[in-house]
């Protein structure tokens, strides 16, 4: 066996070791058996996200913390959004659907009501927010005739995920002088969805619906897959895709002196310079790296 031939075993033992929603589909004798691993396979898993390595203050010699919009009618940032509706299998989520489903299991709990995680939101305050009961007009007229309402009348709404408009995001760029190199650390993470009063009328306002601590979550977003449009058979991790920065993301607000205030603050009505603005913060970040090699 000729080294050639000895590195493309290699390389697909390696393949084959990373599991997808869909693993065993091809072995699969019923549409039970898809998606349970078999024992080699859960034995030859990490299931594990990749550990922060340890940053010492010393080690900071530039640090600017800046919070972003992540745009879901973008093309690339579509993995967070879809699936909207979940027919295709448990496996299969949308960013939104896995962390709300895991608040409410308990496993994620670090979640606040703003970027600076100050204050904690119990999940009955985020509850409160997902959805609203109302009666409609013949509803009302039944409830002062003194009748009971019939269940026709009563309207629910509620914040599905075809409903999230995009993600605020909370990072801190830093540079490690020890590395000699730029780096960026993801702090926070926070659906921005329709407040569900005004959901569908005229006067639709988004608003934050809980901020995350994301180093607490990410186990849970590990384990969760996000579909790969390039290779199916190769799922990123929620974890990864979001560490890796593999989505598009606007600047709104970055960390300055006067109070952290968000550029549309001081550059009002005017979209074109608030785009410009973010692009000029992007490249001061980026520009202290490259001035580090000039003597």
Same mark, same amino acid.
């Given at each position: 066996?000729?080294?050639? @031939?000895?590195?493309?075993?290699?390389?697909?033992?390696?393949?084959?070791?990373?599991?997808?929603?869909?693993?065993?589909?091809?072995?699969a004798?019923?549409?039970?058996?898809?998606?349970?691993?078999?024992?080699?396979?859960?034995?030859?898993? @990490?299931?594990? &996200?990749? &550990?922060?390595?340890?940053?010492?203050?010393?080690?900071i010699?530039?640090?600017?913390?800046?919070?972003? %919009?992540?745009?879901?009618?973008?093309?690339?940032?579509?993995?967070?959004?879809?699936?909207?509706?979940?027919?295709?299998? &448990?496996?299969?989520?949308?960013?939104?659907?896995?962390?709300?489903?895991?608040?409410?299991?308990?496993?994620?709990?670090?979640?606040?009501?703003?970027?600076?995680?100050?204050?904690?939101?119990?999940?009955?305050?985020?509850?409160?927010?997902?959805?609203?009961?109302?009666?409609?007009?013949?509803?009302?007229?039944?409830?002062?005739?003194?009748?009971?309402?019939?269940?026709?009348?009563?309207?629910?709404?509620?914040?599905e &995920?075809?409903?999230?408009?995009?993600?605020?995001?909370?990072?801190?760029?830093? %540079?490690?002088?020890?590395?000699?190199?730029?780096?960026?650390?993801?702090?926070?993470?926070?659906?921005?969805?329709?407040?569900?009063?005004?959901?569908?009328?005229?006067?639709e306002?988004?608003?934050?619906?809980?901020?995350?601590?994301?180093?607490?979550?990410?186990?849970?977003?590990?384990?969760?897959?996000? %579909?790969?449009?390039?290779?199916?058979?190769?799922?990123v991790? %929620?974890?990864?895709?979001?560490?890796?920065?593999?989505?598009?993301?606007?600047?709104?607000?970055?960390?300055?002196?006067?109070?952290?205030?968000?550029?549309?603050d001081?550059?009002?009505? @005017?979209?074109?310079?608030?785009?410009l603005?973010?692009?000029?913060?992007?490249?001061?970040?980026?520009?202290?790296?490259?001035?580090?090699?000039?003597?």
């Amino acid at each position: 066996m000729n080294w050639r @031939n000895f590195s493309l075993i290699v390389t697909l033992s390696l393949v084959s070791s990373v599991t997808f929603a869909q693993s065993n589909l091809l072995n699969a004798k019923t549409p039970e058996e898809i998606g349970k691993k078999t024992e080699a396979q859960l034995n030859a898993d @990490n299931d594990k &996200p990749l &550990p922060y390595g340890y940053v010492h203050d010393r080690d900071i010699l530039l640090g600017k913390t800046v919070w972003e %919009f992540v745009d879901l009618d973008e093309r690339i940032n579509f993995p967070m959004y879809f699936p909207v509706e979940g027919n295709l299998g &448990p496996d299969r989520k949308s960013l939104y659907a896995v962390l709300i489903e895991n608040m409410k299991s308990g496993k994620i709990s670090e979640v606040y009501d703003d970027s600076y995680f100050t204050t904690k939101k119990t999940l009955k305050d985020i509850e409160s927010s997902l959805s609203k009961i109302d009666t409609s007009d013949a509803g009302r007229e039944q409830y002062n005739a003194g009748e009971k309402i019939g269940e026709e009348y009563i309207v629910r709404t509620d914040i599905e &995920p075809i409903d999230v408009m995009g993600y605020k995001i909370k990072g801190y760029w830093y %540079f490690d002088k020890r590395q000699g190199e730029l780096k960026y650390r993801l702090l926070g993470l926070c659906p921005v969805v329709p407040d569900v009063y005004t959901k569908g009328s005229e006067e639709e306002d988004p608003i934050e619906l809980f901020w995350v601590y994301f180093p607490s979550a990410r186990e849970v977003l590990h384990s969760a897959l996000a %579909f790969n449009d390039r290779n199916s058979a190769m799922a990123v991790t %929620f974890d990864h895709l979001l560490n890796a920065r593999r989505f598009s993301g606007t600047i709104y607000q970055e960390e300055n002196v006067m109070g952290d205030r968000k550029i549309e603050d001081y550059l009002k009505d @005017n979209a074109q310079m608030q785009l410009l603005e973010s692009e000029r913060v992007k490249d001061k970040i980026r520009n202290f790296e490259q001035d580090m090699w000039n003597y």
